[in-house]
């Protein structure tokens, strides 16, 4: 999307402006947040490395899961060249205009911007996105119109993004002593999600949000960005930075992860400042089981009531309803 269109195109300003008003210092987090190198994984090593290599990967990947909630990995399997055919496709998705996007029924009529419940400037996420159920990306009645590669591009990605959060899942659980056939049960194509983010530029209000303070609401997420930067997350209670890492993916742990593991692995805050001259694009696939999936934790005595990701769902929209955020996980706790 052309800067020049960005600040009406999709109607941010038109529609937001008098919630565009500075953030506080403490609804930005504080002092300026210093930049940081997540843990960085080499993938490789937990299928062609030694006994003790592979060892050694899963105790960085469980440390990070635990200590930091976020990491990055790479020789992760996805290719450099779909990675940026995605890039690609997702450019010319956006750059479409607003009225097409919002009434065109476009993959699945997925399309969202903005924050519709927003009541304050700390409420309000200035981007856009399309939020794609993986089952519906192949449906015959999902309507590409004329982006029919880009409906290749997301069927590969899916594929390849859905191997990589699996691997993650199950060395973590194993980690903990998990002994089934798989995990986490009840999560594949018809549960689990693709997000594509485009975050326009943001001209008129210092530090505005391009999405707000939260935390992800499923088992994993693997996350690819472009190199603009703004992906900040909390640690030791302070806001760090995310360095861009053109050779990594990132990946979180989610809401149910910390409520299965006992609190072992931490769901971390995380945010996306909006940038003055630049935009940003993105792309997370979520790992979900379905909605009458029991989440509980592997081990007794728990933190968490034991619930349903459809409970844990509603109850996160009732809570944005209400209050204008999310509160997840701490509306579970025994």
Not at 77 to 90: A, C, N, P, V
Request: aromatic fraction near 10%; include cysteine; proline fraction near 5%.
């Amino acid at each position: 999307m052309p800067a020049s269109s960005s600040l009406s195109d999709p109607p941010l300003v038109r529609s937001y402006r008098a919630l565009l008003t500075p953030l506080s210092s403490h609804e930005r987090g504080g002092e300026v947040p210093q930049e940081c190198e997540l843990p960085l994984i080499d993938l490789s090593h937990l299928s062609s490395g030694s006994a003790e290599e592979r060892e050694a990967c899963v105790e960085e990947i469980a440390k990070a899961s635990s200590e930091w909630g976020f990491f990055q990995v790479v020789n992760h399997g996805i290719s450099l060249q779909l990675l940026e055919e995605m890039r690609r496709e997702q450019v010319k998705l956006f750059g479409l205009p607003f009225e097409r996007k919002v009434s065109s029924k476009l993959l699945n009529d997925s399309y969202s911007w903005g924050t519709a419940t927003a009541m304050a400037a700390k409420n309000f996420s200035w981007s856009e996105a399309f939020h794609v159920p993986l089952a519906k990306i192949s449906d015959e009645e999902c309507s590409y119109e004329e982006f029919t590669y880009l409906r290749d591009v997301m069927e590969k990605l899916a594929v390849a993004m859905s191997k990589v959060a699996r691997k993650l899942a199950e060395v973590l659980a194993k980690n903990l002593g998990f002994s089934g056939h798989s995990f986490p049960e009840n999560c594949n194509e018809k549960t689990c999600f693709l997000r594509l983010n485009h975050y326009p530029p943001c001209q008129l209000s210092p530090q505005t949000f391009g999405l707000v303070p939260h935390t992800d609401s499923d088992f994993l997420t693997v996350l690819h960005q472009d190199q603009v930067g703004g992906l900040q997350l909390m640690k030791d209670s302070r806001w760090v930075s995310v360095k861009p890492n053109p050779d990594a993916l990132i990946v979180n742990i989610g809401d149910l992860f910390q409520a299965w593991s006992n609190g072992i692995y931490k769901s971390a805050e995380h945010k996306v400042m909006a940038n003055a001259k630049k935009e940003r694009y993105s792309i997370a696939y979520f790992l979900c089981p379905s909605y009458d999936s029991t989440i509980g934790s592997w081990k007794k005595p728990s933190l968490y009531k034991t619930f349903t990701f459809g409970e844990f769902r509603k109850q996160v929209q009732d809570d944005v309803k209400k209050t204008g955020q999310k509160i997840g996980l701490p509306r579970f706790l025994l």
